[in-house]
């Protein structure tokens, strides 16, 4: 109902063998059995209006059963954010949108190249990151900033021993032009 907005899902995934994705760690990987699992999905969105204009929360939450070893699939995934989105002047030629979020996922199993013999699985820890958006459009032309882990937080890792960059941002300018 309007920017409000609540979303429950029931999960159920069954298969019969699980086999490698293509990255270069599981590439030649042995395909291993598979099962079922099952869990939740659940995803909200609040307007904050009476706080500010344009202000809203917003998130979403997985949660998986935990009785089969699968790859790539933690047991909790979560993001939620404070979202600010709104337009200026009559003319609409000045919009802002701001962000400030979380997300992170709870350990999981990834598959690792051991020097002999195929690949195995090992977990990979905890992973959090903190992350911001700005974005001002005037006319046609946008100006951004995004910015990743933003609390350097150190161990962030997706494959075991390598871990992501501590922090990183990305800016630019986008200009569309009208024939």
Not at 26 to 50: H, K, N, Q, W
Not at 129 to 151: C, E, K
């Amino acid at each position: 109902r309007g920017t409000f907005f609540v979303g429950v899902a029931g999960l159920a995934i069954e298969v019969d063998s699980l086999h490698p994705v293509g990255l270069p760690t599981d590439r030649g990987g042995a395909v291993t059995a598979g099962g079922e699992r099952t869990g939740f999905e659940a995803s909200a969105g609040l307007p904050l209006s009476f706080l500010l204009d344009g202000l809203s929360a917003v998130g979403s939450f997985q949660l998986w059963n935990v009785d089969a070893e699968w790859r790539y699939l933690p047991e909790q995934i979560y993001q939620s954010r404070l979202t600010f989105h709104d337009t200026f002047y009559p003319s609409g030629n000045l919009e802002a949108w701001v962000d400030l979020g979380v997300r992170g996922r709870d350990p999981m199993l990834v598959p690792v190249l051991p020097e002999l013999g195929g690949p195995t699985l090992e977990e990979v820890p905890f992973q959090q990151s903190w992350f911001g958006r700005l974005q001002i459009r005037v006319a046609s032309a946008r100006v951004f900033v995004l910015w990743d882990n933003f609390t350097l937080r150190p161990e962030n890792q997706d494959y075991p021993g390598r871990l992501l960059p501590q922090t990183r941002a990305m800016y630019g300018i986008r200009w569309t032009m009208w024939n």
